[in-house]
């Protein structure tokens, strides 16, 4: 099935996927919370961390639960960035309320990066009235920024109104934790990836997905390549890293 406000396909983060130690447990607990409608009447939901913590698998979670319950077109997910360039390239007024409108009947509704339309007056202006229509018939919103409230940038109506719900920090996991992400993203690949280098990288790699998944991507291919089984030595070759010696 088609879906008429496509969530992030290529994905599946889930709560059961999701790494969760006592830096970030409770926070996982809330969204849980969130997404099934048992907060108290709350329906926004901004998260901040840092990149790499796990605030858009928390979001698309999120989404599949509600999806679950109300349908596949009813969730929706936009990205920040995304929203400052309907904004940008919209010509006329009814342009960019035909780009924006299509999220506004959303049962839930995930804008990830928020931070993109900080400084952009009119972009924030449609992330306040999505947060309007989307709440205000009945459905949940939900962001992901990276800074805490006290050093958001945001016009001070929109900041009001992602601080009328729930405001949560996703807090990075520990590197024990981070150990076993590492090693679940690599067991899905298909490759076999031992405890020591596992922990090697930790302390090689940024935290984003996005390094990691490149790091595991190319020592996968010169594996492959070399005919050889994943070790240090190896690890260090495909990265580029011979001369380290730690």
């Known amino acids: 099935m088609q879906l008429k406000f496509p969530f992030p396909s290529t994905r599946e983060d889930s709560f059961k996927n999701f790494q969760v130690d006592g830096r970030n447990d409770e926070t996982v607990k809330f969204c849980k919370s969130f997404a099934k409608g048992e907060t108290a ?27 679950k319950k109300a349908g596949e077109a009813s969730v929706c997910y936009v990205s920040g960035a995304d929203i400052r360039q309907k904004v940008a390239t919209s010509k006329t007024y009814e342009e960019l309320k035909e ?77 024990e934790s981070r150990v076993e992400v590492l090693k679940r993203v690599s067991a899905g690949m298909g490759l076999s990836l031992p405890d020591n280098v596992a922990k090697w990288l930790i302390t090689r790699l940024p935290r984003d997905p996005a390094s990691q998944m490149k790091a595991l991507e190319l ?3 010169h594996s492959l390549s070399a005919g050889r089984k994943v070790s240090l030595p190896l690890a260090r070759e495909a990265l580029g890293l011979t001369g380290d010696e730690t």
């Open 219 to 221: 020592i996968d291919r």
């Open 41 to 67: 009447g709350n329906r926004s939901l901004v998260l901040y961390g840092q990149p790499g913590a796990g605030k858009t698998h928390l979001l698309i979670a999120m989404g599949s639960i509600v999806r």
């Open 99 to 175: 780009q924006i409108g299509k999220y506004e009947g959303a049962v839930f509704l995930a804008v990830d990066d928020l931070d993109a339309v900080e400084g952009d007056q009119e972009a924030q202006d449609q992330v306040f009235h999505l947060y309007n229509a989307v709440t205000g018939n009945g459905g949940w919103f939900a962001a992901a920024v990276t800074e805490p409230p006290a050093v958001w940038n945001f016009s001070s109506w929109l900041a009001t109104r992602l601080l009328w719900g729930l405001v949560l920090p996703v807090n990075p996991v520990g590197d």
